[in-house]
């Protein structure tokens, strides 16, 4: 912090201008495209897969690196939604089961 | 192909901001963490205040600020936007798989809901919307109520360092990932949803090996929407 709290850096500002204008035009391109596209069925049932697929490829790696004890709570996680489908509880527990893990030296 | 009975209702909006309390401490440990690096990275408040509030894509943010360093120079400031890209591709993904539920509301107000599109709010209006809710404030009110808390929690982070030194003896590293799996458990129907999920999770996989980073993501996310398009029962 060697500049004031309240001042800005013109580089720094154009960069964060720049992450800011490329992440909305993503945000806003995948939609903007699709409705100049015909929504086949076949089209429709792929972008029907795509929450789960991209749900998958974000945690993979996600588990990959964060070893035995996030793959138990994400155990623990899918458990508990099939038993009482309630998100929040099958968060709660998943976090509660990694505490306890650790604190057991996991 | 698009929904006709689509609403926008103040408590859709209600309902969507409720749905994302329970992932509030996730948000607010990342945003927190995120205010903690740009502090030591040598960002000032504001810099940190605005880069959080307009770029609102935390992941990207946090790559962003590995290239970081200060003074800024050109070179740098392009890879900073480069690896922005890069990470939030799989919101074009995203934001495409929205057209079937708002393709018939008018574009001056999709096109501004659009910048509170982020993964959380997406998954949870979606599960909402294959439980037959056809009102997308569900989806705007869970939007602006990620958006305000990941503002706000940047502050106590950039000034307290950090208000849990292990936020991993809490847990808390799990919370997003598993939020993530409970939503997954009930969009698996049957085959299809098998097919397309081992079809994403061996690319994905694939793709971190040999490059690692968040480039999995897209191309797990392509090879799962095609393997559904393209399995038939």
């Known amino acids: 912090m060697s500049e004031g709290a309240f001042t800005a850096d013109s580089m720094v500002l154009v960069a964060i201008l720049g992450m800011a204008a ?4 993503l945000r806003a391109g995948g939609y903007w495209i699709m409705g100049r596209v015909t929504v086949t ?3 429709r049932r792929g972008l029907e897969a795509l929450p789960g697929a991209i749900i998958v490829s974000t945690i993979l790696p996600i588990v990959l690196q964060g070893g035995l004890v996030v793959g138990l709570c994400l155990i623990v996680a899918v458990g508990v939604q099939q038993r009482v489908k309630k998100e929040y509880i099958a968060v709660f527990c998943a976090a509660a089961a990694a505490a306890g893990l650790r604190a057991s030296g996991l | 192909m698009l929904e006709k009975n689509v609403t926008l209702s103040l408590s859709g909006c209600v309902q969507g901001a409720l749905m994302c309390i329970p992932v509030f401490p ?12 740009a502090a030591q990275k040598g960002l000032s408040f504001l810099e940190t205040l605005l880069m959080n ?7 990207s943010q946090f790559v962003a600020m590995e290239i970081y360093s200060e003074p800024l120079d050109r070179a740098t400031l392009i890879a900073m936007v480069g690896v922005t890209a890069a990470v939030n591709m799989r919101m074009l993904l995203i934001g495409a798989s929205l057209r079937p539920w708002l393709g018939t509301v008018p574009g001056y107000k999709t096109y501004p809901a659009l910048f509170f599109l982020t993964d959380l709010n997406w998954l949870l209006a979606l599960s909402q919307y294959e439980k037959g809710a056809r009102d997308w404030g569900i989806y705007l009110g869970s939007g602006l109520i990620i958006w305000a808390v990941w503002s706000l929690s940047v502050i106590p982070g950039y000034f307290a360092g950090s208000l849990i030194s292990d936020p991993k003896a809490f847990g808390l590293d799990v919370i997003l990932p598993a939020f993530f799996v409970a939503l997954l458990v009930p969009l698996w129907k049957g085959k299809r949803q098998t097919v397309s999920w081992l079809a994403a999770g061996a690319v994905a996989w694939v793709t971190w090996a040999l490059f690692g980073g968040y480039w999995g993501i897209f191309t797990g996310a392509i090879a799962g929407a095609f393997a559904g398009a393209y399995f038939d029962e």
Not at chain 2, 26 to 37: E, L
């Open chain 1, 41 to 43: 069925p076949r089209i």
């Open chain 2, 26 to 37: 996730g948000i607010i440990v990342f945003g927190a963490v995120f205010g903690t690096v």
């Open chain 2, 53 to 59: 509030s307009i770029v609102f894509a935390g992941a």
């Open chain 1, 22 to 25: 490329v992440t909305y035009a």
